[in-house]
């Protein structure tokens, strides 16, 4: 344990924490978008995976158990990426107080005020959204267990899908810096695959925007209904 807590407070430390952290969260996203998407094959198929995410793990453990285990671990994970950022921010800031006049390498300065931010944006509509369709404490009509009800009535209000969609467009950018900063932490950083580096994490970035954004566009459409 001392060696991880010696570790962590190198620069390097914090950078490989805030990449693992990131890649479960990640995981987790895509995890998150595939059970979306079986909306399209209609209520009982989309109720019966959120049902399926509560009895997980019967009869080992009790219902929500296994959900609240992973829930834990993902409150962690966050609490260790914005905290691994905030300190290399802050670090960053430390080494050289006065910014430059004409920044070095633009493309690097651009990824991450767009992560910064993108971050920022990403947990305040978190916070939303788990108020909107978790606990429905601001969804106009919110049913217990009905998800597909629940995601249906949700983005039929236009203002509350655009704000869906800009906050998973953020998510995109966020994931498509991210993504590519990690190959660079992870020292996959060589001029010959360099584009091909950049090209997976866009084709990550913009797959993950599409699936999400395909249910409140279809609900919008009155494909789903």
Request: hydrophobic share 50%.
């Amino acid at each position: 344990m001392r060696r991880v807590v010696h570790f962590y407070r190198s620069t390097v430390g914090k950078k490989v924490a805030m990449a693992a952290s990131g890649a479960v969260l990640f995981f987790w996203v895509i995890a998150h978008m595939l059970g979306n998407l079986t909306t399209f094959q209609g209520p009982e198929k989309i109720n019966a995976y959120a049902e399926g995410l509560r009895t997980f793990g019967e009869p080992f453990f009790g219902p929500g158990q296994v959900l609240w285990m992973v829930r834990l671990v993902l409150i962690a994970c966050v609490a260790i990426h914005v905290l691994a950022a905030l300190q290399l921010w802050w670090l960053s800031r430390a080494a050289r107080p006065v910014g430059y006049h004409n920044p070095p390498h633009l493309e690097l300065s651009y990824a991450s005020r767009t992560l910064r931010w993108g971050g920022v944006i990403i947990f305040l509509y978190v916070a939303y959204h788990l108020m909107h369709f978790t606990l429905g404490t601001v969804h106009p009509d919110f049913r217990s267990g009905d998800v597909y009800h629940n995601l249906v009535v949700g983005f039929q209000a236009w203002p509350v899908a655009a704000v869906y969609i800009l906050a998973v467009g953020a998510l995109g950018f966020h994931l498509y810096h991210g993504v590519w900063s990690t190959f660079q932490t992870l020292g996959l950083n060589h001029p010959r695959y360099n584009r091909y580096r950049r090209a997976a994490a866009a084709v990550i970035a913009v797959g993950l925007f599409v699936g999400f954004v395909s249910v409140p566009v279809a609900v919008l459409a009155g494909v789903l209904r």
